[in-house]
């Protein structure tokens, strides 16, 4: 069964090719851009209020009649639409004012205000992020994802125009899909190496995390610092720290989360892309307050609400944090709770453990592709030396061939000469014909003789020339065999190590899987343990529970008892006092008579 293009599995094996770059193809016979997406699309704006408490009501739904709009943002009353190969600006009434246009604007994905009269631009087909000057529309800086980082596709000039030759997905760095502005410079998202980094003021980059294959849209919380994106092929928000260290996922229980922003606090706005719906949810409580539907319109591919607030970018680097909310996981402080939030750290350190593991392996994938770079090098300058090679024997040979040519010339004009002088001995001898007719026949054969020794002469070093030629010619062709062989060689030994390669990553890819079903099944014990744990406490409980009852039927009963026993000794008492009392009046009255 094939897998879905969607699936994990599939993206890391059409990314993780070893020969994916640099790619085969040159630059200048890449095709258009607008061949790569020929169907158009939609922006739909809906009100869900300040603060995402209304209910959705969709106020526009705006389509582009000759492009496709990737992205929309509203700044200074203007709707910034970024196309597909360009940036469209329109007024109030949605009437084109602005076209923006530049030999890097291809495969946009993003675009959003800065907070200081810019805009940010993430282009994928030149792996780079473009600043555009809102008041004049020029592009002002230019960041393109280091080669240093992500390998090496293309040596892009600015003139060299991405529009016309359009790179596609397979032959891109990193396929950057977000750029957000952070701390005064860009935080940016790649979906082939699953990366989020950050460029700094001074425009040198540093990478956070990577190894989450498919993600779009990193941005920043405006609330606290925390560091947020989607996970397309899991379907989950994910947020971490400036660490790279993961805090929690939210799950939309989608196979492709294409995109995903904060309204205010905890309310978010997601796009699962196969449910065909845009949803509000709470990343807290996980409650999704409200739906959007796009059955209508077609499924919803980047989202974008009011811009980036001043707590996004303060300007001097610092942010405003909120307080820790009472019901998140980190600060309860009963005993479930307590338990809850131990085995959160521990499956966020487990989390943790498993990014190392993939960023080392990723460093042994860099290192096995610094080594493919380096065997395709050597057989580069293999196959420029046997270039040479057959150079200097195509040399060799015209310098044969000229002396031969000149000796040849040389041999003609000797020929022409001793015509000339025959001819002239002949005139002679017919001039003396008639007195020495005999010594003229002999003279003409001696002549005769030394033409036809001079021509054997000629002839012999003619064919001494060619035997010297061919042997020549033999041992070019010897060389040339010899150098096919080698060439023959290398290519075998660069397709036994690309194989060596190819099973060496499979046995890693093994091993990892191996390493996260044992910590999935460590996570399960620790669970099975935790709820052990809580049943015992439970029948501790409930145990004790019907101990006390005991014990107070008991103190009830020996109660009672005291209480029957009092009342007894009192009646005694009573008894005997009521006795004592008519002795003493007799007594009494006995005295009284006397």
């Given at each position: 069964?094939?897998?879905?293009?969607?699936?994990?599995?599939?993206?890391?094996?059409?990314?993780?090719?070893?020969?994916?770059?640099?790619?085969?193809?040159?630059?200048?016979?890449?095709?258009?851009?607008?061949?790569?997406?020929?169907?158009?699309?939609?922006?739909?704006?809906?009100?869900?209020?300040?603060?995402?408490?209304?209910?959705?009501?969709?106020?526009?739904?705006?389509?582009?009649?000759?492009?496709?709009?990737?992205?929309?943002?509203?700044?200074?009353?203007?709707?910034?639409?970024?196309?597909?190969?360009?940036?469209?600006?329109?007024?109030?009434?949605?009437?084109?004012?602005?076209?923006?246009?530049?030999?890097?604007?291809?495969?946009?994905?993003?675009?959003?205000?800065?907070?200081?009269?810019?805009?940010?631009?993430?282009?994928?087909?030149?792996?780079?992020?473009?600043?555009?000057?809102?008041?004049?529309?020029?592009?002002?800086?230019?960041?393109?994802?280091?080669?240093?980082?992500?390998?090496?596709?293309?040596?892009?000039?600015?003139?060299?125009?991405?529009?016309?030759?359009?790179?596609?997905?397979?032959?891109?760095?990193?396929?950057?899909?977000?750029?957000?502005?952070?701390?005064?410079?860009?935080?940016?998202?790649?979906?082939?190496?699953?990366?989020?980094?950050?460029?700094?003021?001074?425009?040198e980059y540093h990478e956070l995390v990577s190894g989450f294959v498919g993600c779009h849209g990193a941005r920043v919380r405006n609330d606290v610092e925390e560091i947020f994106f989607s996970d397309s092929c899991s379907g989950m928000l994910?947020?971490?720290?400036?660490?790279?260290?993961?805090?929690?996922?939210?799950?939309?229980?989608?196979?492709?989360?294409?995109?995903?922003?904060?309204?205010?606090?905890?309310?978010?706005?997601?796009a699962p892309f196969d449910h065909n719906e845009v949803i509000l949810v709470n990343v807290t409580t996980r409650n999704v307050v409200s739906r959007i539907p796009c059955d209508a319109r077609g499924g919803a591919q980047f989202l974008s609400f009011g811009v980036p607030p001043a707590e996004c970018d303060s300007g001097d680097g610092q942010h405003t944090a909120?307080?820790?909310?009472?019901?998140?996981?980190?600060?309860?402080?009963?005993?479930?709770?307590?338990?809850?939030?131990?085995?959160?750290?521990?499956?966020?350190?487990?989390?943790?453990?498993?990014?190392?593991?993939?960023?080392?392996?990723?460093?042994?994938?860099?290192?096995?592709?610094?080594?493919?770079?380096?065997?395709?090098?050597?057989?580069?300058?293999?196959?420029?030396?046997?270039?040479?090679?057959?150079?200097?024997?195509?040399?060799?040979?015209?310098?044969?061939?000229?002396?031969?040519?000149?000796?040849?010339?040389?041999?003609?004009?000797?020929?022409?000469?001793?015509?000339?002088?025959?001819?002239?001995?002949?005139?002679?001898?017919?001039?003396?014909?008639?007195?020495?007719?005999?010594?003229?026949?002999?003279?003409?054969?001696?002549?005769?003789?030394?033409?036809?020794?001079?021509?054997?002469?000629?002839?012999?070093?003619?064919?001494?020339?060619?035997?010297?030629?061919?042997?020549?010619?033999?041992?070019?062709?010897?060389?040339?065999?010899?150098?096919?062989?080698?060439?023959?060689?290398?290519?075998?030994?660069?397709?036994?190590?690309?194989?060596?390669?190819?099973?060496?990553?499979?046995?890693?890819?093994?091993?990892?899987?191996?390493?996260?079903?044992?910590?999935?099944?460590?996570?399960?014990?620790?669970?099975?343990?935790?709820?052990?744990?809580?049943?015992?406490?439970?029948?501790?409980?409930?145990?004790?529970?019907?101990?006390?009852?005991?014990?107070?039927?008991?103190?009830?009963?020996?109660?009672?008892?005291?209480?029957?026993?009092?009342?007894?000794?009192?009646?005694?008492?009573?008894?005997?006092?009521?006795?004592?009392?008519?002795?003493?009046?007799?007594?009494?009255?006995?005295?009284?008579?006397?």
């Open positions: 069964m094939e897998e879905p293009k969607c699936d994990i599995n599939n993206l890391e094996t059409r990314f993780g090719s070893p020969i994916r770059l640099p790619p085969l193809r040159p630059f200048d016979a890449l095709r258009p851009s607008r061949e790569h997406s020929p169907y158009l699309g939609s922006i739909s704006l809906y009100d869900i209020g300040e603060d995402g408490s209304r209910s959705p009501e969709l106020v526009c739904a705006f389509r582009p009649g000759t492009y496709k709009p990737q992205h929309a943002c509203w700044l200074d009353d203007r709707l910034w639409v970024l196309g597909a190969e360009h940036i469209e600006v329109y007024d109030a009434d949605l009437q084109s004012v602005r076209e923006i246009r530049d030999p890097w604007l291809a495969g946009n994905h993003t675009i959003v205000p800065d907070g200081r009269g810019a805009l940010i631009v993430s282009s994928s087909a030149s792996d780079s992020v473009l600043t555009v000057d809102a008041g004049t529309g020029e592009i002002a800086t230019v960041r393109r994802l280091p080669e240093a980082f992500y390998g090496f596709n293309y040596p892009l000039a600015r003139h060299d125009s991405v529009v016309d030759h359009y790179i596609i997905d397979d032959d891109q760095l990193t396929h950057v899909n977000c750029a957000w502005p952070w701390r005064r410079g860009v935080l940016v998202s790649s979906l082939i190496q699953g990366a989020v980094g950050w460029f700094d003021p001074d425009g994910v947020f971490v720290d400036l660490q790279g260290h993961v805090i929690r996922r939210v799950g939309t229980g989608s196979r492709w989360l294409h995109d995903a922003i904060q309204i205010r606090g905890d309310l978010f706005a997601a909120a307080g820790a909310p009472a019901s998140r996981p980190g600060w309860m402080t009963n005993g479930a709770g307590a338990i809850n939030a131990a085995l959160h750290k521990q499956r966020a350190d487990m989390v943790y453990a498993r990014d190392t593991m993939i960023a080392k392996h990723a460093e042994q994938l860099q290192a096995r592709d610094a080594t493919i770079a380096e065997l395709r090098n050597e057989r580069l300058m293999t196959v420029a030396a046997h270039e040479t090679a057959v150079a200097d024997l195509d040399a060799a040979r015209a310098r044969e061939v000229s002396l031969r040519d000149g000796m040849l010339a040389d041999l003609g004009l000797t020929y022409r000469r001793e015509v000339g002088a025959r001819d002239a001995i002949i005139a002679r001898l017919h001039q003396e014909y008639t007195d020495a007719v005999g010594k003229r026949d002999a003279t003409c054969a001696v002549l005769e003789a030394a033409r036809v020794q001079d021509v054997m002469a000629r002839d012999t070093t003619i064919a001494e020339l060619n035997a010297r030629q061919a042997q020549e010619v033999g041992r070019r062709d010897a060389l040339l065999a010899e150098l096919e062989a080698a060439r023959a060689r290398d290519v075998a030994a660069r397709d036994t190590t690309i194989a060596e390669l190819h099973a060496q990553h499979a046995h890693e890819v093994g091993r990892r899987d191996d390493m996260l079903a044992e910590l999935g099944a460590q996570q399960a014990r620790e669970v099975g343990r935790r709820d052990a744990m809580l049943a015992e406490l439970d029948g501790t409980r409930l145990k004790e529970r019907s101990d006390r009852g005991a014990v107070i039927a008991n103190l009830r009963e020996g109660l009672a008892q005291a209480v029957a026993s009092h009342e007894a000794v009192a009646r005694e008492l009573r008894l005997d006092l009521a006795f004592a009392t008519r002795g003493w009046r007799r007594w009494v009255i006995g005295q009284r008579t006397r």
